[in-house]
């Protein structure tokens, strides 16, 4: 994890004001650490986290450096926690595991109510469809203007409890900005998904053109040409919403200029202002290099971002993240073992060969969040494994295509033991034997003896230390 104190030595070598966050956790068990997304410059960042350590007594501080107004995410297991902060702020966080969004979490400090009220708003995930598929329904029976109106009732009606917090002093003007910035972008990327459908269903010349005008409507009293959807979670949302494909409708000239840019899919986004290209553009380079994915050409559009934003905290990052990849190759762990020629159809065959030793099997998949979760915790387990015996065998459920990213992840996990690509006939095995043809949900542990039997097919998590070495005690 050496990329990860590099990415805090980034954010923080400029003349930042200091904000501290104090985290009091329970109910999730014996956890290492917690994962916190910063911004990267002045950029909302969802893709590059740094761990933070959790204490003994479940208690973790995060003292990061902040130049402006932001949000940051903290990652408690999957349990996000949203928070706006300004340089100098002082956040209390108290994280139950309740699973309820009126007692999971309880926030004191700046902006505090402000935060409590925006996480149980945005909690797992809201549910506004309906109201918003009514709301685009309207353009069928009125005209734009009219239902344009009843948009803007219905997002006043939604963020009237930000209203009170800043009448009553509780929530700065900072707040307020950003907290309905993120409400308008959910809503509104919503009803534009529904607008599209509708006009993609209809072949009526007059509803399509209605439905055009009410989204020229949206645009023009909510435009998400505005900086502030940078540093919101929500922003990316109102651009992929069809904002951009509109845009490109209504000026032919752009579409036709930047049709032949090297970033394929994303180039689009050269119809917007330089800061939206700097923060779009520089996301969807970060998700190549993080996913290897090859929607267009890296090194060809990296070169012409470094020319166009020399100075762009993505590049730092970016370069990182290379310099990291090129030292996994060098120093490739020989204790982390691929079978990429690997057949096994069943579960029985794949442990023949581990017939002495008990085996622990985690079957996960590269874009399982609470799968690689977990990986970080088999470090603290290490000994354990081999006090019991225990080899250890990955499985991933994913599509071959996707072989470079599995090993990838599991190398920079330095996840030691045998890893493979599950056949089609060993996935059905697991089903069948695992989860008797009902719904697959992973992470899934099994537990195998030195006899070769299934002993537990659905055993603790590596996070849970305590109840994981009581099965190993009772059962192998």
Known sequence: MKFINIFFLLISCSSFAQVTIHGQISGFGEIKNCKVFLPIGSFYNRQISSNVTVKSDSSFNLIPNIKQNTFITIK???????????????????????????????????????????????YAPPLYSNSQGALADEIKV???????IDIQSFLKKETEVIDSLRNLNLVTIGFVEFAKKEVYAMHLSNLLHNLNSISDDTKDPALIKKIMDLKKLIYSSNTPVDAVYTKTRAGEMYFYSGYLKDFGV?????????????????NEYFYL?????????????????????????????????????????????????SKKEQA????????????????????????????????????????????????????LIKDDLKNYDVATIFISIDNLSLKKLWMKIALQAELEGYHIIASKALQKDIINLVYEYKQVAIPR?????????????DAPRPRNKTELLKVFKEKL
């Open 76 to 122: 408690v297991v999957s349990e996000p926690i949203f928070l706006y902060v300004e340089p100098g702020d002082n956040v209390n966080l108290t994280i139950e595991n309740t699973r309820d969004k009126d007692t999971f979490l309880k926030i004191k400090g700046n902006n505090g109510q402000g935060n409590l009220w925006f996480n149980k708003y945005f």
């Open 142 to 148: 009125k005209n734009s203007a009219d239902v344009m």
């Open 250 to 266: 209504e000026h032919p000239e752009l579409l036709k200029k930047y049709s032949g840019e090297v970033f394929g899919v994303y």
């Open 273 to 321: 202002p330089p800061i939206f290209q700097e923060y779009l553009l520089g996301c969807a380079l970060l998700t190549q290099k993080n996913s290897i994915v090859n929607e267009f050409d890296f090194n060809k559009g990296y070169s012409i971002y470094k020319g166009k934003f020399p100075h762009s905290p993505y590049i730092p990052i970016i370069d990182s993240l």
């Open 328 to 379: 996994i190759v060098i120093n490739n762990n020989p204790l982390v073992h691929f079978d990429t020629t690997a057949t096994y159809n069943t579960i029985a065959e794949l442990v023949k060969s581990y017939k002495g030793h008990n085996v622990l099997i985690d079957v996960w998949a590269t874009w399982c969040g609470p799968c690689k979760e977990e990986f970080q915790y088999y470090e």
């Open 445 to 457: 542990y099994i537990l195998i003896n030195k006899n070769g039997e299934l002993v537990d097919l």
